[in-house]
Structures are given as structure tokens and as C-alpha cells.
């Protein structure tokens, strides 16, 4: 009977090995990788060199409703908040000047045009 | 004539019994536990990344990705600008991919698009160090600038988290 019991017991410590094993391997060594991930998941220096790119464009083009559509790329954030989000970032990292003068001139006629459909 | 020979059986003693016993049931809750881990690791509760790259975008997102690069190169000029924000998204061959989403964009309609990828990928292409000529036959040879070190303004690309 004792000899039952110690069998039982390495028994369901080797199921406790084996699942330890199984979290290791499955989450440290080898997790699943998603090959489709959203733009909304970018990490934040992605994300604000895409509002930069933006920018860029808003300044080349001066198409205000085209930025927002591209801005929406990111998400259903709205605009003003991701542009925020990212000339704060770009300041905190030191973005050249150039950089945030345009991101600040999208986000100042971003504000401006919220403000007027007021 | 008889056989005077007999086969020897050892005595059963009582200690034998656990002798014989394998450890194969240790084998069985060690694989057991694993493929339950496992299950549990990749199916019921996977890693979930909270930031990506736009390399693990999927194919829709990363065409616009790439498409908004090329029309920035096309209203800044900036190539290596353009370069670094390609190399973030891990293109195998940057310039195949320019091309051969120029050519679907163009067959969509969408004239502008196709023309600012094109032009990224031509900018790519001549900015390619070109293969040396024999030395018989060498003359004075072009070679492309270096692309320069990312500027500060532009965050490195890193691998993924």
C-alpha cells in the first residue's frame, strides 16, 4: 500500500516536472510568434516615427484629412492624443527640431480644425 | 536415456517483485506534464507581446507601412531616411518588395502610389554599391557614398521584444 502511494507520489511529480518543462520551453525558449500584428501594437518609437512620416507628408501636402486618415493606421486613438503622445516622446529622445516643428504644425491644425467643428 | 538436466529457476524473493518493476511510469507523467505545459504555453495562455515592430506586421499594414515611406521619399528626398524605415520591416529584398508592390498598386489605379514606390526603389537600387570590374578591364570606378549613421532623430531599429 506505503509502495502505492510513493508511486502515485513520483508520479505526479514528474507530470510537475514535465509541466514546468512544457511552460519553459513554450513561453522563454520557444513562444508562439504572431506574424499578424496590429499597427495599434507597434511600439512607441514605431509609432512616432509613423506620425512623423505623417507629418512630413501633411507638410508636403497640406491635406489635413489625408493625415488624419494615415493617422489612423495607429488605431482608433484619437489623432490629437497619438500626435501627443509622440512629440513626447520625440522630445524626451531628443528628435531634431525640424522633426517636432513639423509634428507641432499637424497637431496645431489638428487642434485648430476640432476646435472650429465645435 | 534421460535427460538428468533441469532448469534452474531462481527463488522468488520478496524484494524482487519491485525489482522488475520499470520506471516507465515516471517517463509517462514527465511526457504527460510536458504536452499538458505545452498545450498550456502555446494554446491557453500564449505570450502576448504589447509592442511589435512593423516586421510583424501583417501583409495588408505592412504595404501601407512601405507605401508611406516611399511617398515621404518622394516629398523629402531623404534616402537614407527612407532606408532605415525599410530595414525595420525586414524585407528579404527591400527593392523587390518596392517593385513588386508598385506593380499591384499601378495595376489598382493608383498612379502616385506606384510612382513614389518605384522611385524608392530606384533610389535603393542606384545607391547599391556596384560589383567590381576585372582589374584588365577596371576604369575608374564609381562607388556610391556609405549611407551615413542614423541621425538621433530617428530611433534604431531594434529586434524584436
Known amino acids: ?118 | 536415456m534421460l535427460d538428468n538436466t533441469q532448469e534452474i529457476r531462481p527463488i522468488p524473493t520478496a524484494s524482487q517483485p519491485a525489482q522488475k518493476k520499470s520506471p516507465w511510469y515516471l517517463l509517462t507523467g514527465l511526457i504527460l506534464g510536458l504536452i499538458l505545459g505545452l498545450v498550456y504555453a502555446w494554446v491557453i495562455n500564449p505570450v502576448i507581446y504589447e509592442t511589435s515592430s512593423p516586421a510583424n506586421l501583417g501583409d495588408p499594414d505592412k504595404d501601407f507601412y512601405r507605401s508611406t515611406i516611399a511617398q515621404v521619399y518622394a516629398a523629402t528626398g531623404n534616402l537614407e531616411r527612407a532606408s532605415i524605415r525599410l530595414s525595420v520591416l525586414e524585407d528579404p529584398d527591400p527593392v523587390y518588395a518596392l517593385g513588386g508592390q508598385a506593380q499591384r498598386v499601378l495595376a489598382a489605379g493608383h498612379e502616385a502610389e506606384a510612382r513614389a514606390l518605384a522611385l524608392l526603389a530606384s533610389g535603393l537600387q542606384s545607391s547599391q554599391p556596384q560589383p567590381e570590374l576585372p582589374a584588365e578591364t577596371s576604369s575608374p570606378t564609381h562607388t556610391s557614398a556609405p549611407l551615413g549613421l542614423p541621425t538621433h532623430t530617428l530611433p534604431i531599429p531594434t529586434t524584436n521584444p
Open chain 1, 1 to 118: 500500500m506505503k509502495r502505492r502511494v510513493w508511486r502515485f507520489v513520483l508520479f505526479a511529480l514528474a507530470i510537475l516536472v514535465g509541466f514546468a518543462a512544457g511552460l519553459g520551453y513554450g513561453w522563454a525558449i520557444n513562444p508562439v510568434r504572431y506574424t499578424a500584428a496590429s499597427p495599434d501594437s507597434l511600439r512607441m518609437d514605431y509609432q512616432t516615427d509613423f506620425v512623423l512620416m505623417t507629418a512630413e507628408l501633411y507638410q508636403a501636402d497640406g491635406d489635413l484629412a489625408l493625415a488624419l486618415a494615415r493617422l489612423g493606421f495607429l488605431g482608433n486613438t484619437p489623432p490629437i492624443t497619438l500626435i501627443d503622445q509622440a512629440i513626447t516622446y520625440a522630445e524626451t529622445h531628443l528628435y531634431a527640431a525640424s522633426d517636432l516643428k513639423v509634428m507641432r504644425d499637424l497637431a496645431a491644425d489638428i487642434q485648430q480644425a476640432l476646435d472650429g467643428a465645435q
